[in-house]
C-alpha cells in the first residue's frame, strides 16, 4: 500500500491538557511536534500515534468515534476507570443499561471512551485500545479496508471491522442508523504516505475509492483534506 494509518487526531481546547490525560491513561509517550500539536506515542513503533490539535470549534454532539479500551481482569478494569478519573475524567451516561459490563466515561475535553470487561473475545490480542469504535455504514467500512488494505475481520448485520494484518487496534462501524453529522468531527483518521508513494496519485486512487475532495483540499499544513463516504473529515500527510 502506498498509505498507512499515521495518527488518530483530537481537536481540542487544550491539546496539552488532553494529552497530558491519554499519556496517563495508556501510559504511552509525550511529545511536541514541530508545528505546536502534542503526539503520545504506542510503545510499538507499528502502531498509530495519537495527535492533539488546536481545535476551538463547539462541541455540538456525541463523537462519531470513541476508544475502546481493554481489560486484562475486573480488578484492571477497576484500576482504569480510578485512574481515568484521577486524571480528570468523568462517568458518562449515553443509556447504557445497569446489566452492561463495559463502562462508559469522558476524558476532559467531554470525548466520550469505554472501558470494555475482561474476557472480550472480539478485542482480544489487540493491546490497550482494542478499538477506535465508529457510528458508519457497511459502506464506509468498505472504503477504509481498502483504503488501508486491512482485511475486513466482521461483516455481518451492516457492521463492519477492520484490522491491520500485523494485528492492533480494530476500527469498527456500527451500521444504521448513523447520527447526523453537525459538524466538523473533533476525531478523524490521519494518513501518511510511504517513502516512494506519488502524493497526487495516492489522493486520487483515495477518490476513486469513494472519497471526496473538500471545497479547499488543504487540511493542516503539508495535509490534503478529504472526506469518507460518510462524509467524515481525514487528512493525508504529504511527508514526515
Given at each position: 500500500?502506498?498509505?498507512?494509518?499515521?495518527?488518530?487526531?483530537?481537536?481540542?481546547?487544550?491539546?496539552?491538557?488532553?494529552?497530558?490525560?491519554?499519556?496517563?491513561?495508556?501510559?504511552?509517550?509525550?511529545?511536541?511536534?514541530?508545528?505546536g500539536d502534542v503526539t503520545?506515542?504506542?510503545?510499538?513503533?507499528?502502531?498509530?500515534?495519537?495527535?492533539?490539535?488546536?481545535?476551538?470549534?463547539?462541541?455540538?454532539?456525541?463523537?462519531?468515534?470513541?476508544?475502546?479500551?481493554?481489560?486484562?481482569?475486573?480488578?484492571?478494569?477497576?484500576?482504569?476507570?480510578?485512574?481515568?478519573?484521577?486524571?480528570?475524567?468523568t462517568h458518562l451516561d449515553?443509556?447504557?443499561?445497569?446489566?452492561?459490563?463495559?463502562?462508559?466515561?469522558?476524558?476532559?475535553?467531554?470525548?466520550?471512551?469505554?472501558?470494555?470487561?475482561?474476557?472480550?473475545?472480539?478485542?482480544?490480542?489487540?493491546?490497550?485500545?482494542?478499538?477506535?469504535?465508529?457510528?458508519?455504514?457497511?459502506?464506509?467500512?468498505?472504503?477504509?479496508?481498502?483504503?488501508?488494505?486491512?482485511?475486513?475481520?466482521?461483516?455481518?448485520?451492516?457492521?463492519?471491522?477492520?484490522?491491520?494484518?500485523?494485528?492492533?487496534?480494530?476500527?469498527?462501524?456500527?451500521?444504521?442508523?448513523?447520527?447526523?453529522?453537525?459538524?466538523?468531527?473533533?476525531?478523524?483518521?490521519?494518513?501518511?504516505?510511504?517513502?516512494?508513494?506519488?502524493?497526487?496519485?495516492?489522493?486520487?486512487?483515495?477518490?476513486?475509492?469513494?472519497?471526496?475532495?473538500?471545497?479547499?483540499?488543504?487540511?493542516?499544513?503539508?495535509?490534503?483534506?478529504?472526506?469518507?463516504?460518510?462524509?467524515?473529515?481525514f487528512t493525508v500527510r504529504?511527508?514526515?
Amino acid at each position: 500500500m502506498s498509505v498507512r494509518l499515521f495518527a488518530i487526531c483530537f481537536n481540542a481546547t487544550r491539546p496539552s491538557d488532553l494529552a497530558r490525560f491519554w499519556s496517563g491513561v495508556l501510559g504511552w509517550e509525550s511529545t511536541g511536534a514541530p508545528d505546536g500539536d502534542v503526539t503520545i506515542l504506542p510503545p510499538d513503533a507499528t502502531g498509530f500515534r495519537v495527535r492533539f490539535l488546536p481545535g476551538r470549534e463547539p462541541r455540538t454532539g456525541r463523537n462519531r468515534a470513541h476508544f475502546d479500551l481493554t481489560s486484562a481482569s475486573p480488578e484492571d478494569q477497576r484500576q482504569t476507570v480510578a485512574r481515568v478519573l484521577e486524571l480528570g475524567g468523568t462517568h458518562l451516561d449515553v443509556g447504557q443499561l445497569p446489566e452492561e459490563e463495559h463502562v462508559v466515561l469522558a476524558d476532559p475535553d467531554g470525548n466520550e471512551f469505554c472501558v470494555i470487561e475482561a474476557g472480550n473475545k472480539f478485542l482480544a490480542d489487540t493491546g490497550v485500545v482494542g478499538a477506535l469504535a465508529c457510528d458508519g455504514t457497511r459502506e464506509v467500512g468498505l472504503f477504509w479496508s481498502e483504503a488501508l488494505g486491512w482485511p475486513l475481520v466482521w461483516d455481518q448485520d451492516q457492521e463492519t471491522a477492520i484490522q491491520s494484518p500485523g494485528g492492533g487496534t480494530k476500527i469498527t462501524w456500527g451500521g444504521p442508523p448513523v447520527a447526523p453529522k453537525t459538524g466538523p468531527n473533533r476525531l478523524f483518521l490521519e494518513l501518511a504516505l510511504t517513502a516512494d508513494a506519488d502524493g497526487d496519485a495516492e489522493v486520487d486512487r483515495l477518490v476513486s475509492l469513494g472519497a471526496k475532495r473538500t471545497a479547499t483540499g488543504e487540511g493542516h499544513g503539508d495535509r490534503t483534506l478529504l472526506l469518507d463516504p460518510d462524509g467524515n473529515e481525514f487528512t493525508v500527510r504529504r511527508r514526515g
